[in-house]
Nanobody, 127 residues
Framework: QVQLVESGGGLVQAGGSLKLSCTAS????????MGWFRQAPGKEREFVAT????????SYTESVKGRFTISRDNAKNTMYLQMNSLKPEDTAVYLC????????????????????WGQGTQVTVSS
């Protein structure tokens, strides 16, 4: 069972930036499609971004396009989410998710498509 651990959350003012990390406990990280989701209090889990095994394909939810960037370093077993121009509506617990191992280079936008989940890291954006 792959363990995923998020870090990098915190409190930031609107317009600020944060960089989240998700580190996986597997030597086959390069065979996992990865994603970021978020969940605000009283709301359903929401897709944020996804990245293919190699990092060659990415996708974002419309509300974060142009502000967030997903990336990965397979040598470090780590995925990142650079978040710029943060807004109060970005406040949520951010969770990383993994699907693998796989030989496909697909990306996945639905939570049900992922097998492994981290515990989440809180991001709070003040106005």
């Amino acid at each position: 069972q792959v363990q995923l651990v998020e870090s990098g959350g915190g409190l930031v003012q609107a317009g600020g930036s944060l960089k989240l990390s998700c580190t996986a406990s597997t030597r086959t990280f390069s065979m996992y499609a990865m994603g970021w989701f978020r969940q605000a209090p009283g709301k359903e889990r929401e897709f944020v971004a996804t990245i293919s095994r190699s990092g060659g394909s990415t996708s974002y939810t419309e509300s974060v396009k142009g502000r967030f960037t997903i990336s990965r370093d397979n040598a470090k077993n780590t995925m990142y989410l650079q978040m710029n121009s943060l807004k109060p509506e970005d406040t949520a617990v951010y969770l990383c998710a993994g699907r693998g191992p796989t030989t496909y280079s697909n990306i996945y936008v639905r939570a049900s498509e992922y097998y492994n989940w981290g515990q989440g890291t809180q991001v709070t954006v003040s106005s």
